[in-house]
């Protein structure tokens, strides 16, 4: 933080603010305390979702609050929530994926392509292209570049064809992780000794020691190389 | 161009210099009496000015973490005699106080049980400290693991202080948990022929955190939300509890929930309650930076207190080592422990190691302040602050070119807007308040000892000791988690709710009155306040 103080103008009010906050800190600064639009304060949670333009430039551009820094003349507001309600599914009966992907998102065929999505996405991430992927029934692409989603919203507000991008690269992965990538062998051998009870004596044993016998062991231990 | 000064690139030189001699080097791990003697030299838990004895409730006498006490000692924010206890707005089985992963699993499984739950939270469901998890989840799922020899490094990475039968629980049901999270669709890190990948956090002594690259906690918490509104399961947010109800046979009963934004009460009626609201890092014990998510406030332990449980190991509060000190916006934020795991190095001024770098996450927090604060070994920054390298670099020597970008995209990418390649550069970090490690006390079935309320997840205590180890948080609030809601759904099953009473706030206000005690807080606190100071002093009510 610099002794600097920069204009911003928080939903068309100007404030001078110094230079080297965040948006979020910055508005704090100001005297904004938040209720929504803050959430992790990290970079993780999508809660903090904001649009904003910067003077004499047309163009408008996106960020996660508590990430971007201000900005001299930044307008700014936050889009802290957005109405994207879902359609439930029972991810246990899934038969068909493709025709279970057009019953749940049938507006997914109203992409065109246009990318305004993509420009949106505060991660970088290209929600046009795994929508792509999802079309032509690439699970493993579509499930891959949508990975780093972090749910905030801004490409659906933002999409020409009205669709949810980041419910429908959910369920994608959620398909792909649980059909396409089978459970792994060496997992459901320990699950199935765990419930024979393998184990249990063992556990207990250890759990019936005193603290000065557990002391020693535990300074025994042999450790797997890294 | 770096987005590190010419005053730090220095160092950063020194450091390059001593790879190839810090890739050979072994550093063995401190014996159990050595690590003692280093934590109560350096661990923040050891500051006078850490804890204070609380005067009243169930833990009268005790010293526990400072800025709790200052919230046990105030007033509720609640007064009992402006609430009508026979308009019930929500009437339920089993009421969900949280909406992070314990909470949610909690609903899951009340609701597979076959309760009528509602889960109610303060933020949007998922705010919490699950969605900034990186590292990953711990289960012994390797055949040269087992839960024996997790039970030993958990306990041993506690000091010995937890409640072994909840360890015992706790290593059990872990790799059940991995395959439940498996099965739900969350997209783990897999190696080619379909193995889960497992990495190393500290103090464990085998590979046994499995990841979803470094957003894991984000991949299990969007995955359990997707599948609660897939249930139907009805949700509050903004919507915190601000005090448990009783009735008159000692059973909790519900909640006073508070609508933030209309600022209306609402009176939840439940059979069970399920508390699962994180711990308290936005606290800021110690005034440390922290990792937590805004809404950690420690709200949980305060109803659960005035309501007459106890607490267990709340003098024990959880420093990561490896927060990040520069660039001065990321300060405090989380580096996760898997980049050790995975062979990043720990390296002073000078290019030194000093501490084995999977020693327990108290050890090397404390190895870290002595470096910067008794050693003089410390990297200052511009802002005058100072940290210790973390040698990213190493990550892709060891692995492969890839390995950062393939598991670490979240670090490359936010280090890569302030100028900084992590790929080529090392991170500049110090310990950060990460972890509540106690909490409220709980048994096997997440029981506390108020028939009725249950626990789970950062709220509790007893799980962790009072030092938890990397990997066993996501796996403690989805073991307890669903532990409780099972147990909630057939406690409900039993039970009529009785006459709701507010009577334990009303006698707590009172014997804050006798003591004379008043510290012009009222509590929960609910957020922070991040205001300027000076702009605090203007603002009108």
């Known amino acids: 933080m610099s002794d600097q103080l920069i204009p911003i103008y928080v939903m068309g009010k100007r404030y001078d603010v110094p230079e080297g906050l965040t948006i979020m800190t910055a508005m704090e600064w100001i005297g904004y305390k938040f209720i929504r639009g803050c959430g992790c304060r990290g970079g993780f949670c999508g809660a903090c979702g904001t649009a904003y333009r910067l003077a004499g430039d047309y163009k408008l551009r996106f960020g996660l609050a508590c990430q971007a820094l201000v900005q001299p003349n930044m307008h700014l507001t936050q889009i802290p929530f957005y109405p994207n309600p879902k359609t439930p599914y029972n991810i246990e009966d899934i038969k068909d994926p493709v025709e279970t992907l057009l019953t749940l998102f049938p507006e997914i065929k109203k992409c065109v392509g246009c990318g305004a999505c993509a420009k949106a996405c505060p991660e970088g991430l290209r929600p046009i292209d795994y929508i792509a992927a999802a079309l032509r029934g690439d699970w493993k692409t579509a499930a891959e570049l949508s990975f780093d989603c972090l749910m905030c919203g801004l490409c659906a507000s933002r999409c020409t064809g009205e669709l949810v991008p980041h419910n429908i690269a959910l369920f994608i992965r959620r398909y792909y992780s649980k059909y396409v990538r089978p459970m792994p062998a060496n997992l459901l051998a320990r699950t199935k000794e765990i419930r024979d009870g393998k184990f249990d004596n063992g556990v207990k044993k250890l759990a019936n020691m005193s603290e000065e016998q557990l002391k020693k062991l535990y300074d025994q231990r042999d450790f797997e190389k890294i | 161009m770096s987005g590190y000064p010419a005053s730090m690139q220095e160092s950063i030189k020194k450091l390059n210099e001593t790879r190839d001699f810090r890739l050979k080097q072994e550093i063995p791990r401190l014996p159990f009496a050595e690590r003692e003697k280093l934590l109560h030299a350096h661990h923040p838990d050891y500051r006078a000015s850490a804890n204070a004895e609380v005067h009243l409730g169930p833990n009268k006498g005790q010293k526990l973490t400072l800025k709790l006490v200052q919230l046990l000692e105030a007033k509720s924010r609640l007064d009992p005699d402006k609430v009508d206890l026979n308009k019930i707005d929500y009437d339920v089985d089993v009421l969900v106080i949280g909406g992070g992963g314990g909470g949610v699993a909690a609903a899951l499984l009340a609701q597979e049980n076959g309760a009528k739950v509602m889960l109610t939270t303060k933020l949007r469901v998922g705010d919490s400290n699950t969605i900034m998890a990186e590292g990953g989840i711990a289960a012994a799922t390797k055949e040269i693991d087992s839960p024996e020899r997790h039970f030993m490094d958990t306990l041993g990475g506690g000091r010995f202080k937890n409640k072994r039968d909840v360890i015992s629980a706790l290593v059990h049901d872990a790799p059940l948990i991995v395959e439940w999270l498996k099965g739900l669709g969350c997209m783990f890190d897999t190696h080619p022929n379909g193995d889960l990948v497992v990495s190393f956090a500290g103090g464990h002594q085998r590979k046994r955190v499995h990841s979803c690259k470094d957003l894991s906690g984000m991949e299990f918490m969007r995955v359990l939300r997707d599948e609660m509104y897939n249930r139907q399961i009805p949700t509050l947010e903004f919507s915190p509890a601000i005090e448990l109800l009783m009735d008159d046979q000692g059973n909790c009963s519900g909640a006073i929930l508070l609508n933030m934004e ?6 939840v009626r439940a059979k069970a309650v399920i508390l699962a609201t994180g711990g308290i890092g936005r606290l800021h014990p110690n005034d440390f930076a922290t990792t937590n998510h805004y809404g950690a406030t420690a709200d949980g332990l305060v109803i659960a207190y005035r309501a007459g449980a106890n607490l267990l190991n709340m003098e024990a509060i959880q420093y990561h080592p490896t927060g990040a000190m520069w660039p001065h916006q990321m300060l405090g934020q989380l580096i996760t422990e898997a980049c050790r795991g995975n062979g990043a190095q720990l390296v002073n001024k000078n290019g030194e190691r000093y501490i084995n770098e999977l020693e327990t996450r108290d050890t090397v927090s404390s190895a870290n302040l002595r470096e910067v604060q008794e050693r003089g070994n410390g990297i200052i920054t511009p802002m005058g602050t100072q940290g210790v390298w973390l040698d990213t670099p190493l990550i892709n020597i060891r692995g492969d070119a890839g390995k950062l970008d393939r598991m670490f995209a979240g670090i490359v990418r936010r280090f890569g807007e302030y100028g900084i390649d992590v790929r080529k550069e090392p991170i500049l970090i110090f310990p950060t308040q990460h972890y509540q490690n106690g909490g409220v006390e709980i ?90 100071e000076d702009i605090k002093q203007v603002t009108l009510k």
């Open chain 2, 262 to 267: 209309t600022k209306q009460y609402y009176v």
């Open chain 2, 443 to 532: 048994d096997p079935y997440a029981q506390t000892c108020i028939p009725g309320l249950y626990a789970a997840g950062e709220v509790s205590g007893g799980v962790q000791g009072i030092n938890r180890l990397g990997g066993n948080s996501l796996l403690d609030i989805f073991v307890f988690g669903r532990r409780s809601g099972t147990r909630a759904a057939e406690f409900a099953k039993k039970r009529k709710v009785g006459k709701l009473t507010l009577k334990h706030v009303t006698e707590y206000n009172h014997q804050l009155e006798q003591l004379g005690i008043s510290n012009d807080v009222e509590s929960p606190l609910l957020l922070p306040n991040y205001m300027r």
